[in-house]
């Protein structure tokens, strides 16, 4: 068997979040950081984010943390490998402190659009 020794290189993602879909957090690699050289997001919880920077969360796709004492690592499970993300645990806790002020956690309920998630999955027919 022959492995490669993993590559540490910065790359450019955003880790972006909207109140219109309040559970959620979304990042987003371009073109040139991805294998397929298109843009890829990937989207998981708000939930898993927050627990993953103090303990390790996550059992899916996408798993969360902490690494060392000042960083945490976010995986992205796809068929293609593993993307092994690295970031200052203190940039993602302003992160989340600002998505919290949007949205505080436990009140993502009262943001969601039920109505209009009901016609999209039904579809304009029914």
């Known amino acids: 068997m022959v ?43 708000r939930e898993l984010l927050t627990a993953g920077m103090d303990d390790p969360a996550g059992q899916g796709d996408v798993r969360v943390r902490p690494f060392g004492y000042d960083r945490t690592v976010l995986e992205f499970h796809a068929p293609e490998g593993i993307a092994m993300v690295h970031v200052r645990t203190e940039e993602l806790r302003r992160f989340i402190q600002r998505a919290q002020e949007l949205v505080p956690a436990g009140e993502e309920h009262l943001y969601l659009d039920l109505d209009q998630g009901l016609t999209d999955l039904l579809g304009e027919d029914h």
């Open 3 to 45: 492995a490669s020794a993993p590559r540490m290189e910065t790359l450019p993602a955003l880790l972006s979040y909207d109140r219109a879909y309040p559970f959620a957090v979304r990042m987003v690699f371009p073109g040139p950081a991805t294998l397929e050289g298109t843009e890829v997001s990937w989207e998981f919880a």
